[in-house]
């Protein structure tokens, strides 16, 4: 099993489990799979860490979830972005852009 | 929202820890399953692809655990288990729980059942459609006696003139015979204007209200009361049509009023109590002189919509400004407007609050045993909660379990409370005064069970956080330390937290002293006025002729002097006499101007005025009356009219100032045409409308002069007055076996109602200062006798240094008085400005009586003695080898 590629900053897997969100409900298994395929397999997220996130996050309101049948016909809980989830996303998206602008200038200050 | 989701989730959470566990087992398992099928795609076997799918999840079980937390499971689950925790605590120490339940019941019961008199009296809507509308209007006489009736012509200017006013009704009530269908039987009537209904918002259970064609001669209609309607006929349900006979007069019965309908006015009532039955009271046309003479009318007023209620009195004010220049019978005469809350419970509320904060008091100190109780505990606790500490349990997680468990006791506290404060209600309205008739209704409702929980919970955490904060200051390694000091390595701050709530508890129960101790004085007081009579052995009773059957004066007279001479001759009456109102029965009297021979005639309505009351010879010798000078009415002036009167000192004093009345020549305006009367006696002041009032001047006119067609029997007895009551109601029914004997009471009996409401307040506050002081001992010998087993040691070595066991017993009583003094400072302090309020409710003593306070003082002081004695005797007994091995 190929371990972790990027170490994820603290914080930043509440955007990507969002983000995976966004393009339609999954269920748990299926936003590591995303995370990973949208990531260019560079992102490999625990289920460890998966879990509780996705649980946190329901509480917060941003993600709703329902049992429901899978394409295989087994029961699984699926996950689906809210309207304050998709604003969340928006304002972290935001906020990431900025540091990634911020670290950039940073780098390239000589 | 969020929190919504998060209380949802955590609800969801109390459903049962299976359940959640469940939903994230079973999404775990089927990411593990999803998970290994990819594996096997992968190409790898299926034995292998499942453990490395399981080992990709790491830890299982910490996963689930984990997850379990963020959902929620957390706060509620930590509750139900601090409960569980807390109970397991409580059920091992019953003594202690015992205590603190039975203590908190005492003042949670207390307050319960307090709270439901207030909420009753005070904070319910009264029983009529929109109620605060609705309000009285009164006179205020020219000596300044507020709430005084009105006359008819006034309260007719009133009606027309005022524009306030949606509705507004004049009634006077009066006793009046039933008879036919059954035993004759005196009731108390209402004469209203039937407008009274409307104004009340009152419907008709059966038929309807009373209307104007009720009072005119031929057709005159009544409405029943819902008690005499069920008493006197069944509760018959086709009794609207049917005929009653009322003093001889035919009735027909229009409508009955439901259960709820209740409507007295006890305030100048004619009757003194509640009406049972409604008829029209007559209004001559105007223009008629005698509707301006003759104040006998209260009157009901509901507002307009929008009006205010000072609005109402400025416009009444106003109007009867200029009523006073019309007639000279209104000179110096105003007018008021009451509240008809105030006007029920106007003169109890002030009683009520005392006493509702003197319960508060109660509960105050309570709670601070209670604490105490808790903080004797913390020492033994700091072992267990160091512990937790160590092992990582947060300081607010602590505190978090430690207030459950008060929570627990208050609960607790608060349902053996209820049970306190249902006997307590029942208690209550049995020793009510008599006034407070809508102190039947009180029950233990929803209202009473949300202020109940309320307190329940506030005192939880007036009790519990000082203890669960001071708990949570230990050091950690000086408790956990075997052999640590205990207790007494805790320092002064929780010896001080201690020392604060006894000065707190004294200070309180000083202050509930005080204010009983007030009002014990003035009911002592209030017992002590003489009132001008003797009421020890007398019986008495009202006697009321028909007008049919007795239509003319002398047939009263003689029926009434008939009746008299077969009680006299009865074995066991000393003597016999009659009057037409009693003294402090509670109702209305009678009172006009008189004329003075010899000065110039007063116009009409001005002049000197007195009391009036139709009396004989034995009435004054019967209620030890005193005749100061002159004599006794005499047979022949009792059997017919020869212009005599009696005239009271503090008459003779006022109006005869240089001169003496005897033989002095008044006219008393009674009637139209009244005769010149000869004073021939001056009788001792009788206090006849208030035990808290002056007497007023007096006429009395023998019964031929003045006959009333109503007398009250006053007997005096050899024995007990109430045994002789059925022989006396054999006389009155062999002279007329129709005529009926009503208000058989004994003098006593009279007194009794009168200062009634006096007892009520003084007997609850000096239950609850009892209660008070005995909770404050408590807490005192509790912290005391704590404090001498922190210090077994430091005795032991005293003792072992040669103390000797007088100046042991004064270093332990030195320690609790200085206690006590300080609190009494401080709840003399108190006391001073609460007492100050209370001045309303005292009579003959200040608010500051010094007498009392010292008394209270020297009292307090005494039973702290005591309740530090003990402990400090125990201390005396300390074997200091035992003491030096304690640790």
Known sequence: MTRQKADLLQGTLDMLILKALSLGPLHGYGVIQRIRQMSGEMLNVEQGSLYPALYRIEQKGWVSSKWELNETGRRAKFYALTRAGARQLRTEEASWDRLVLAIARMRQAT | MNWLNIFAARLRALRGRESVIHDIDEELRLHVELETEANIERGMPPAEARRAALMSFGNFDGVRDTAYGVRGGGMMETFLQDVRYGVRVLARHKGFTAVAV?????????????????????LRPLPYRDAERIVMLWEVTPEGRRQNTTSRANFRGWREQAKSFEGMAAFSDQRVNLTGSGEPEEISLQLATPE????????????????????????????????????????????????????GTPYNVVGVLPPDFQWHIRQRSGTGRPAEIWAVLAMPPPGTGATERGRFLS???????????????????????????????????????????????????????????????????????????????????????ALRTALGARRVRVIRQLLTESLLLSVLGSLLGLLVAWWGIGALVAISPRELTHLQGVRLNLTVLGWTLGISLLTAVI???????????????????????????????????????????????????????????????????????????VLTMVLRLPAGKYPEDPQMVAFFRRALERVRALPGVRSAGMVNFLPLYGGLGSATGFHIEGQPAPPPGEGPGASVRVADAGYFKTMGIPLLRGRNFTETEEAEARGVVIVSESLARKYFPDEDPLGKRIKVFMSEEPAWTEIVGIAGDVRYDSLTEEAEPTVYEPHPELTYPFMTLVIRTNGD???????????????????????????????????????????????????????????????????????????????????????????????????????????????????RVMSGL????????????????????VVSLIACYIPARRATRVDPLVALKYE
């Open chain 2, 196 to 247: 009274l209904f409307r104004v009340l918002g009152a419907e008709p259970l059966l038929g309807r209200v009373l209307a104007d064609e009720d009072g005119r001669a031929g057709t005159y209609g009544v409405v029943l009361g819902h008690g005499l309607w069920k008493r006197r006929f069944g509760g018959d349900p086709q009794i609207v049509g049917k005929p009653i006979t009322l003093n």
């Open chain 2, 102 to 122: 039975l203590t908190l019941a005492l003042g949670i019961g207390a307050n319960t059942a307090i709270f439901s008199v207030v909420n009753e009296l005070l």
């Open chain 2, 299 to 385: 009157v009901v007023g509901r507002l307009k919509p929008g009006v205010s209620f000072e609005q109402a009195a400025a416009e009444l004010k106003t109007i009867h400004a200029r009523l006073e220049l019309e007639s000279t019978y209104n000179k110096g005469y105003g007018a008021e407007v009451i509240p008809l809350r105030e006007q029920f419970f106007g003169n109890i509320r002030k009683a009520l609050w005392l006493l509702l904060g003197a319960v508060g008091f109660v509960l105050l100190i309570a709670c601070a045993n209670v604490a105490n109780l808790l903080l004797s505990r913390v020492a033994a606790r700091e072992k267990e909660i």
């Open chain 2, 721 to 835: 007055p109430e045994a002789l009551a059925p022989a006396v109601r054999r006389e009155i029914s062999a002279l007329d076996p129709d005529q009926p004997v009503s208000d058989v009471r004994t003098m006593n009996q009279v007194m009794a109602d009168t200062v009634g409401r006096a007892r009520f307040n003084t007997l609850l506050l000096g239950l609850f200062a009892g209660l008070a002081t005995l909770l404050a001992a408590v807490g005192i010998f509790g912290v005391m006798n704590y404090s001498v087993t922190l210090r077994t040691r430091e005795i032991g070595l005293r003792m072992a240094l040669g103390a000797e066991p007088g100046r042991v017993l004064m270093l332990v009583l030195r320690q609790g008085l200085l206690l006590t003094l300080i609190g009494i400072g401080v709840g003399l302090a108190g006391a001073l400005a609460l007492t």
């Open chain 2, 842 to 861: 005292l009579f003959g003593v200040g608010a500051t009586d010094p007498a009392t306070f010292a008394a209270i003082v020297l009292l307090l002081a």
């Open chain 2, 463 to 537: 009790f519990g956080i000082a203890p669960a904060l001071e708990a949570t200051r230990l050091n950690l390694n000086d408790a956990l330390k075997e052999g640590g000091k205990g207790a007494e390595g805790q320092g002064s701050r929780s010896r001080r937290l201690r020392g604060a709530l006894v000065v707190a508890e004294v200070a309180l129960a000083l202050m509930l002293l005080a204010s009983a101790g007030l009002l014990v004085r003035s009911f002592l007081r209030l017992q002590k006025i003489n009132a001008g009579f003797e009421t020890e052995n």
